[in-house]
Nanobody, 128 residues
């Protein structure tokens, strides 16, 4: 059974940093990604990484402030966030996709409905 378990969410001040972790088990995936969802808003793509190559994609809203990485040996994906802003406040979700190259197309990698598995989410709150 596939499980994605996120951790690392916290309350931080604006300008601060945070590192989220996601441990995956029970399957193999071509793409891992982070999404976020703020109250009353749709789930939003943040970043994605190809499991084998380590290639990455980022949402424009976080580019330059966020780094996605993975540790294959630990079956883990990380989201390092810096210069946090109040608008980064959201529940952050780890997602895993198995569609291979078909998912990596930029228009598709941002679509939450194309991912097969999701974690339970971790809350990030940025105070001003």
């Amino acid at each position: 059974q596939v499980q994605l378990v996120e951790s690392g969410g916290a309350l931080v001040q604006a300008g601060g940093s945070l590192r989220l972790s996601c441990v995956a088990s029970g399957g193999t995936f071509s793409t891992m990604a982070w999404f976020r969802q703020a109250p009353g808003k749709e789930r939003e793509f943040v970043a994605a990484i190809k499991w084998i190559s380590g290639n990455t994609q980022y949402a424009d809203s976080v580019k330059g402030r966020v780094t996605i990485s993975r540790d294959n040996a630990k079956n883990s994906v990380y989201l390092q966030m810096a210069s946090l802003k109040p608008e980064d406040t959201a529940v952050y979700y780890c997602a895993a996709g198995t569609r291979g190259a078909a998912l990596w197309i930029p228009a598709r990698v941002r679509m939450p409905n194309l991912y097969n598995y999701w974690g339970q989410g971790t809350q990030v709150t940025v105070s001003s």
